[in-house]
């Protein structure tokens, strides 16, 4: 169940993506340039979608918040002594832990699969030279 949301949460990120991006100009050489470069941007956009979707719980569990409480010795138990210590940060330990205890939410799935598409798909056109005027 979790697994079908966070696809169809992806899905409509990417598709958001989409549809936001606007030709620059409308002429055969630009429509045989998107004909080139498209696949590997939308490759790009699946990858960082899927990916951050994916190693957000894992990471969340990596720095120590889990089902039973921040871990004794973690990065999470170092975040809560000095939000404790100073008085700042409590809100997102508490954040934080409810992500990795309760598991990330729709609405959280939503941004970081909409954000990590956004990434992989500049990242993809930066790197393949797609940015560039043919």
Request: proline residues 1%; charged residues 10%; aromatic residues 6%.
């Amino acid at each position: 169940m979790a697994q079908k949301r966070q696809v169809f949460v992806f899905l409509v990120s990417v598709m958001i993506l989409v549809a936001t991006a606007s030709p620059k100009e409308e002429s055969s050489s630009y429509w045989s340039y998107i004909k080139s470069c498209s696949a590997l941007k939308l490759g790009g956009a699946v990858i960082g979608g899927v990916g951050l979707i994916v190693a957000a719980p894992v990471v969340l569990g990596a720095a120590g918040f889990g089902t039973a409480g921040i871990a004794v010795g973690s990065v999470g138990a170092k975040a809560m002594s000095l939000a404790a210590t100073y008085g700042v940060g409590g809100g997102v330990v508490g954040t934080l832990q409810s992500a990795g205890a309760a598991g990330v939410g729709l609405a959280t799935n939503a941004v970081l699969g909409t954000a990590g598409a956004a990434v992989g798909y500049k990242v993809s056109k930066k790197m393949s030279g797609c940015d560039e005027k043919k």
